[in-house]
């Protein structure tokens, strides 16, 4: 009797083990499988994060890409703003002046203009004396590379006219051009700002000049101011 009952009760112990690795196994294989639904879930909402991201920066770049094709239809600066004058006598503009490149004419809000949208390529403005109108979207671009930019109209003396362009010619990162449609008989340009002068003699020429060739304003300092357009 005694010897059953110590079979019997081996029996039920083996039983009781297996059943709890049984158990154990069941537990191993169902967080075996939770980590792996866990791990699937989590790859796959990376790449559709992923996907998101590559879709959005397509249409970002193609976005931008047909603004840049609307500003060039268009001839639209996107500039604003207004000039303030500083003390002493130069005017800033305040605002946003934008630098898209673009294929046709701007509508500036200055004439002659001191930034904003501009064509690809730059007026060469290496001392160059232009005895013609210019294009304002090359002239524009000369400007940002750093270049000064003398501008008179009719109404400027001819012996002041020709001390400026003598100037010019030995001023890297100078140009000069008539602009009939200016409101002062000589004025002088850079980046973003822009000043009248009373003629050759006036002191500010050469304070203006000293600022601003390649001065701090300059978007795109050291860029060349030669191989661009000769008139």
Known sequence: ???????????????????????????RRAEQA????????????????????VVGGVVLVRSQSDSGASDSANGDSKTSGKFVTDADGVRKWQGKLSRNHVTKDVDYPTEPPVGGDHNQVWMNCNGDVYTKPINNVNAVHSLEHGA????????ADKADVDALAAK?????????????????????????????????????????LEKFV?????PEPGAACTGGLPQ
Do not use: C
């Open 34 to 53: 939770r980590d792996r639904r866990n791990r699937l879930l989590t790859i796959g909402a990376s790449a559709v994060i992923v996907a998101a991201l």
């Open 168 to 208: 010019v010619k030995k001023t890297p990162y100078t140009l000069m051009s008539p602009v009939e449609g200016q409101q002062d008989p000589i004025m002088l340009s850079a980046w973003g700002h822009q000043r009248t002068v009373s003629g050759a003699d006036d002191p500010n020429v050469d304070t203006f």
């Open 148 to 155: 000064v930019w003398v501008t008179y109209n009719a109404k």
């Open 214 to 218: 390649q001065g701090a304003q300059t």
């Open 1 to 27: 009797m005694g010897s059953a009952k110590n079979g019997s009760g081996k029996t039920g112990k083996n039983s009781s083990g297996s059943a709890r690795q049984t158990r154990i196994a069941e537990m």
